[in-house]
């Protein structure tokens, strides 16, 4: 029923009510994925100005809810911040941060520690749990401001593509069926989905291609960036990102990339 039918029915059932104070709204429950724990310490971002020119450097995380049969599934991924590819994920039926540790873990023995370290202030990331993981591969944590979705853009866009091209075509009744169904997806999308702002590489291309020569695909505006080979896992690689990430903007660090405009 629209507004105006909602008011006769009501009149019709001794209730006076005019249609401006009609109100529809749909009830079910609303995951929020991004509350913040008042007792959680909150990182700053440090990301503000900083290129991102080689797999490793930037990793990022979210977390968004899929709609079962019944109750919800969390989802939560981690990508590289350079090639988009995503490293590792996991569902759960509760946004509890042992799955993102879980998967937080696997990404770092899979493929080793970021510099840098990325996520909104959601509560599982901002747990002791979590945080002490990153702590103890001296990894460099920062945090979106509130509110700041453009913060942890590649995340929401992988989002989008997961729900649009697989979660809601096939619909998923079970948690089984949800994770057969995302497996598959994330080969594809690592494997076989190409991305313009990758010069129409795939993020398994663009990442293992990097991190092997250093050399940097032709992005959206049509410049080619040359990057340095990788630094090694050690503390020189955290130390750099450390300067990169507390920069201030406009000021640049010693000559570590090249940028050129192509015809």
């Known amino acids: 029923m629209g507004a105006r ?7 019709r059932e001794s209730c006076t009510v005019g249609r401006k104070h009609v109100g529809i709204e749909a009830l079910y429950r ?20 900083v290129p991102v020119v080689r797999p490793n450097q930037v990793r990022s995380t979210d977390m968004t809810y899929i709609r079962l049969a019944r109750g919800f599934a969390y989802l939560v991924a981690f990508i590289d911040g350079y090639s988009r590819r995503v490293l590792s994920w996991r569902i759960s039926h509760s946004m509890e941060a042992v799955g993102c540790v879980n998967g937080l873990e696997e990404a770092v023995r899979t493929q080793g520690k970021p510099e840098i370290f990325k996520s909104d202030q959601g509560s599982p990331f901002t747990s002791e749990a979590f945080t ?6 001296g990894v460099v944590i920062t945090m979106d401001g509130r509110g700041r979705a453009f913060d942890n853009i590649f995340v929401e866009r992988l989002w989008r593509s997961v729900k649009h091209e697989d979660v809601y075509l096939k619909g998923s009744a079970s948690m089984a069926e949800l994770m057969v169904g995302l497996a598959a997806y994330f080969a594809f999308y690592n494997s076989e989905r190409p991305y313009q702002s990758l010069g129409q590489q795939t993020p398994e291309v663009v990442y293992q291609t990097a991190r092997g020569s250093g050399v940097v695909i032709v992005d959206k505006f049509a410049r080619v960036v040359e990057a340095p080979p990788l630094h090694s896992t050690g503390d020189s690689s955290t130390a750099e990102a450390r300067s990169d990430a507390t920069a201030k903007p406009g000021q640049r660090r010693p000559a570590a990339s090249k940028v050129e405009c192509a015809a």
């Open 5 to 11: 039918m909602l008011r006769d029915q009501l009149n």
């Open 30 to 49: 609303k995951p929020g994925t991004s509350k913040k724990h008042p007792g959680h310490e909150i990182y700053p971002y440090l990301l503000r100005s």
């Open 132 to 137: 002490d993981v990153l702590k103890r591969e």
